[in-house]
């Protein structure tokens, strides 16, 4: 929590920005995909402390690896809609019951739900960048694809985890 809270301070401070290369668009998408960015983070560091499964640790270190650089690549993009969805609900984002679930599991149990929520959080980021990835704004669409292709890879791997587990 304190991460997505600085996250969006860090939001509104990039909002003083007002001359931006980004449009509407882009800046929309990058309001919204730095805080659910961060609850990915947030997710894999309870993973890294609540798994036991070297595929999930391995996957929670790459997501954390990966996201990250594109938070700090998206906050640089400043523009008027930087912190303006900070209290809406975006595609994807587990809410603080299901945190506090995660956090509270272990074993095979916390691996299941750690794998189907980091599912339904991808889904969510891959249904947002696609509001980007035509974009005129050449990094934008950049990464809006390279989110979209990294995350439908992983959902692919975590489906595969979970059918494992259940093996």
Not at 35 to 41: D, G, K, M, R, T
Not at 57 to 79: T, V, Y
Not at 98 to 114: A, M, T, V, W, Y
Not at 131 to 150: N, W, Y
């Amino acid at each position: 929590m304190r991460r997505l809270i600085l996250g969006l301070v860090l939001l509104l401070l990039a909002a003083c920005s007002t001359d931006s290369e980004f449009t509407m668009d882009d800046q929309m998408f990058a309001a919204m995909m730095v805080p659910h960015h961060e609850q990915a983070i947030v997710m894999s560091e309870i993973a890294l402390e609540n798994s036991t499964n070297p595929e999930i640790l391995k996957l929670a270190n790459e997501i954390k690896s990966a996201q990250q650089p594109e938070i700090d690549q998206m906050l640089r993009w400043g523009g008027s809609m930087m912190g303006s969805h900070a209290g809406h609900q975006m595609a994807g984002m587990l809410s603080d019951a299901e945190i506090e679930e995660l956090k509270q599991s272990s074993g095979i149990e916390f691996d299941r739900k750690f794998l189907l929520g980091m599912i339904k959080h991808h889904e969510g980021a891959i249904e947002m960048a696609e509001m980007v990835i035509d974009s005129p704004t050449k990094a934008a669409a950049e990464l809006g694809k390279a989110i979209t292709i990294t995350q439908q890879q992983e959902i692919k791997l975590m489906q595969e985890l979970l059918v494992a587990l259940s093996g």
